[in-house]
């Protein structure tokens, strides 16, 4: 009765029971994945979708971020996903490594825009599909991921799938139906990290939550236990699924508000190694030509996500170990411009992360890590991040978010005034018209 | 390199090397399709998908058989393969148990529409088409629907891709981007059988696999191998998958040929047990209420797929041993008429089928199955059928399948002629316009 439970839950969840910490999170959240997707409208993978998709488009409705035209809210929807999650610069759920935002708000901001809801509407209702998301992800990590599985698009589909069918004010019954649509559609494969199909996912996801939300209104019918049925999701995609975790204690904790956002634009289990190079570099500028070798190490996943040594294109690089660590250490910087693929095409990063290689320590939580430099004079320089930038123990502070937003709109949009839409963000909760918010992303 | 040598087989082959037999195995396949999906036009799943798909479509340029409008073309892939599979009525690849056409055909006929082609050109691309898909399908069969995947949703969405890359001109770098676009949106569980959901995900393979192709010739790149990489199809989505398998052989045997055109409109498996119960019943009628129990037996798969008693849908009739010998058994016919929701509820059907069990036997083939029927009298009468009505070594002739397809467009288009579609189907292969022969297929 775990997806019944679910869809209860989903159907009578009631916003003044969102603590007010909560509601914080899911802002932040929200204007994170925005500023994610205005830097991201940039990037060819959009581009390229965007010319396939408009010439399938039924009436234009909806802002596609940083873009001047509008689009159907489902082409919208998948094309603001994408956007947002394009640099992996967007929120990270711990643990599930789910960034919650990019396939959720973008479904709910190209609805908003087809049928009028409020911001505070808006924010309930993301709040509660990246909860049934991210539990869904804890119930099947980590053996999901290690299989194969871009939990982002796997989980997300379920997420917006469950936000829309909310807004959309569906009973239990066909809320079901809605999570069971998104069964239908729940894909998304490792192998196609480091390139464009990655992107491409997180958009099916966004889109594939829409219908699936529409199909369970127009009475498409899906089975009674699409998550935890005996090839339902938790059976099929997981193995040895907590699937009692998925309903427990639904509306007294909230996954949103163990959300992270990110410091550097590139897969999360990088953040400590790059603080570790960037304090290192900010005490000790160490000349390149001057380092024997450099080892990394921390929990598995830094080892199984990043091992990846020779990369030649930036998007490769957002899940280079090898490469963040030489561009960190030589610029003393890791934002966008440092994972483009001019940058990782320079002589001199590419001779530094020839030495770094990438090993694991059982016991090291995934937000640590440790770097050693062995110079060639023999010297060896060892620092140990505990915590990493942007993780719990460390969040961005709103001005920093801020100020990532600002580097990602002019990054992304070059000329484009990201202040009304900021100030917007951050009053959501308060806003008529969640439609009015997103249009302030147009631009062109 | 199994992607890549898939891939640039896909882009070298020549229709002039297909095979006669072959070429009419592929004419048989599509003309079947088109058939089931004229009987599923009036069905609740596609209607309301249309409803809702409808909203958002762009440019009225394809054909939704049997229905009166246009819809683009995507849109249109879509609705035709979920109307071709939403009875479980259209063709079976043995083995794997793919329903190979219903992905892979209306993505074609679809992007006819769109951009003129001929008949051969169809016809050839559909091969290469399910050629990809059925290499899949095997080289994770069983493995893959056993685990719960809805293969032909997963595998099809593969099919769909190639068959409309080819027809895009794509060089073979783009045919792989193409198979990697897909493999980011394979998808489909086997707990949404006998819910309209499981239509919905062949929709989505179809329409996916134009997606995968035009974002492919777009730029959109995927990884170098989507199929066989560490993190790819084979690895995630099968369990020592036969890689080699994929693309050994290729252009020496083809996957249509094996094809096969079910008799019955349900689950395969329950092919034989339905021949069994006609047979018998045409030989010797039994009064219901004489009968003390049934036991059904046959290949693990008749039992893993279809025990379902106490179905209450035509749906979950369709893969229910229970209600298939029940009305088999009370009719003397397995047709359409036989699976709709209001002779499942029948009590004369209800009851027999209650009477109904589902036995195992290892050791014969799926096409196989017996029959025991115990009579309250203690008398026994036993069936074997050792090859279904359909199988390869029965398949339905080409009238067969020519008087099935009248009978599937008088249920789901009462009025509709079906007569010059047929004609045009059986001369596709010499149709200078594809788009024509479907044309003839709307309706209303």
Same mark, same amino acid.
């Given at each position: ?303 199984? @996500?990043?091992?990846?040594?020779? %990369? /030649?294109?930036?998007? #490769? !690089?957002? *899940?280079?170990?090898?490469? +963040?660590?030489? $561009? ?21 990063? @590419?001779?530094?992360?020839?030495? %770094? /290689?990438?090993?694991? #320590? !059982?016991? *090291?939580?995934?937000?640590? +890590?440790?770097? $050693? ?72």
């Amino acid at each position: 009765m775990i997806s019944r439970r679910l869809s209860r839950f989903l159907v009578e969840s009631r916003w003044e029971d969102v603590p007010a910490a909560v509601r914080h999170a899911a802002t932040r959240s929200i204007l994170n994945v925005v500023g994610t997707a205005l830097g991201g409208s940039a990037d060819a993978a959009l581009r390229r979708s965007e010319t396939v998709l408009a010439r399938f488009s039924g009436p234009p409705e909806a802002t596609v971020v940083g873009r001047p035209g509008r689009v159907d809210c489902m082409t919208a929807a998948y094309l603001n996903a994408l956007a947002g999650n394009v640099f992996d610069f967007d929120d990270t759920h711990p643990g599930t490594i789910i960034h919650p935002s990019a396939p959720v708000a973008p479904a709910l901001f190209a609805w908003a825009e087809r049928q009028p809801i409020t911001g505070a509407e808006l924010l309930h209702a993301f709040v509660l599909g990246t909860e049934v998301e991210c539990r869904l992800g804890n119930a099947v990590s980590p053996w999901h991921y290690a299989r194969g599985w871009h939990i982002t698009a796997t989980c997300g589909v379920f997420g917006a799938a469950a936000a829309v069918a909310r807004r959309l004010g569906l009973d239990e019954q066909r809320m079901l139906w809605a999570l069971g649509n998104a069964s239908a559609q729940s894909s998304g494969l490792v192998e196609t990290l480091g390139t464009m199909a990655k992107s491409t996912g997180v958009g099916h996801a966004a889109r594939g939550g829409i219908l699936a939300a529409l199909l369970a209104e127009a009475g498409v019918e899906g089975p009674e236990a699409p998550i935890e049925g005996p090839r339902g999701f938790l059976r099929v995609m997981g193995s040895d699924a907590d699937a009692a975790g998925v309903a427990a204690g639904l509306g007294e904790s909230w996954e949103i508000a163990r959300n992270e956002c990110k410091p550097y634009p590139c897969g999360v289990v990088l953040n400590p190694v790059i603080d570790a190079c960037l304090d290192l570099r900010a005490e000790c500028p160490l000349a390149p030509d001057a380092i024997a070798a450099i080892v990394v190490s921390g929990h598995p996943l830094l080892r199984q @996500r990043a091992d990846r040594p020779g %990369v /030649t294109t930036g998007r #490769e !690089a957002q *899940v280079s170990a090898q490469h +963040a660590v030489a $561009v960190a250490l030589i610029d003393g910087r890791a934002g966008v411009a440092e994972f483009t693929d001019r940058r990782v095409a320079s002589d001199d990063v @590419r001779r530094l992360g020839a030495l %770094v /290689t990438v090993a694991e #320590e !059982a016991d *090291v939580p995934v937000e640590a +890590a440790r770097l $050693v430099i062995t110079m060639r004079s023999g010297e060896r320089i060892e620092r140990f991040v505990p915590a990493a930038r942007g993780s719990a123990r460390r969040p961005l502070s709103d001005a920093e978010l801020e100020a990532k937003f600002r580097i990602l709109a002019a990054h992304g949009c070059p000329g484009f005034d990201p202040e009304p839409l900021i100030a917007a963000l951050w009053s959501l909760e308060s806003a008529p018209q969640a439609a009015a918010v997103i249009g302030l992303a147009r631009h062109g």
